[in-house]
């Protein structure tokens, strides 16, 4: 008798008399936050900055990590710490029709007046980023003609992805930028021309290719510097080669463009033989012989802080400076601008490092 009331027990409130569950109702340890996520809409857009056809106006994402490691954002990955890329759809760019990376990034760092939007933001842990990333893969299309699926649909899902019920957005029935923007205006949290502060990362303009790796765009070639070393043949001392691009390179023993079996994107451009050494890159151009939105990657790191990095104005001042915070290939980005010179030293690094996907900005 005294078992079959215990089972009764146990049915009815799923625990044992005497037995002590110890966590089972302890509250969740909270997770951390990497990355902050804001929806922009703007119901003026025309033309060029407009993406959905016979309506006016545009809505996206931005993503800025603010973890202390590299992130991936959809099919992008090494977004480093404290950058931000935008993501969106459109529909009247003909090299694609579908997600963008970085063209919203493009058009504020042409014209800070470029959207006037309303925007919201919140926070994403790593679970939440997955997700986001996921949908964001999945939904590589764009149809103008029934307006189901345009950039509004795009942004809205991607925001509802990770939200909460009660806090979703609607985009209106059809889907518009309008409908989006005053679903944005309703939440006391909304913001007003913030669009105009999005920063400008250097990454460049990239389109999706589906779940492919995402394709740089041809159409937005100018929208960033790219010096990928893989310009020269092995073995080439680096010195002016890239002057026509904005860099002049030097140090010690002497720059080097190298076949770094360790780096996927391998030609790189080592300090020297050995790969331990210093790289000076000094910015040239017809204005005033310095850049901004910079960043490169490094590698490969095998000891915490193996390499640091330092950035001078054009009077060789300092501005900044850094370590590599990571092992592997790390990304560095220098946002800073006036930047006229930076000095790269690998020397505490067991295996020394190189630099490579040299990006920047001189206007």
Known sequence: MRRFFLFLFVMVFGIVPGIVLTGSIAAAAPQKIVAELTIFSDVKALGNLGSIGVFSGHAFITVKNVSGSQISVGGMSKIAPQETISVGTWGNKKEHA??????????????????????????????????????????????????????????????????????????????????????????????????????????????????????????????????????????????????????????????????????????????????????????????????????????????????SISWYSSRDKLIGQTSTNDYGIVRILIDNIGVHRIHIDTTKDTAGAAIDNLEFDLK
């Open 98 to 307: 579908g997600v963008w990376y970085n063209l919203e990034s493009y058009f504020v760092h042409l014209d800070s007046s470029a959207f006037a939007t309303a925007s919201l933001t919140r926070s994403l842990t790593a679970a939440d980023l997955r997700t986001l990333n996921t949908y964001i893969l999945r939904h590589d299309s764009y149809d103008t003609l029934l307006a189901l699926n345009n950039c509004s649909t795009f942004a809205s899902g991607a925001w509802n992805s990770v939200t909460p019920w009660s806090s979703e957005l609607y985009a209106g029935g059809p889907n518009t930028p309008t409908g989006l923007f005053y679903s944005i205006t309703q939440v006391g949290a909304v913001k007003y021309g913030e669009a105009s502060n999005i920063p400008w990362n250097s990454i460049g303009v990239w389109h999706a290719d589906g779940k492919k790796k995402p394709v740089r765009s041809v159409s937005f070639a100018d929208a960033a510097p790219n010096i990928t070393f893989d310009e020269f043949p092995v073995g080439t001392v680096v010195t002016n080669q890239y002057a026509g691009k904005g860099a002049l390179f030097s140090g010690s023993p002497g720059p080097v463009i190298s076949q770094d079996g360790s780096n996927p994107t391998a030609p790189v451009l080592s300090p020297g033989a050995g790969y331990s050494g210093t790289i000076d890159i000094t910015f040239v151009s017809k204005g005033r012989n310095v850049a901004s939105a910079i960043a490169f990657d490094i590698g490969y790191i095998n000891d915490w802080s193996g390499a």
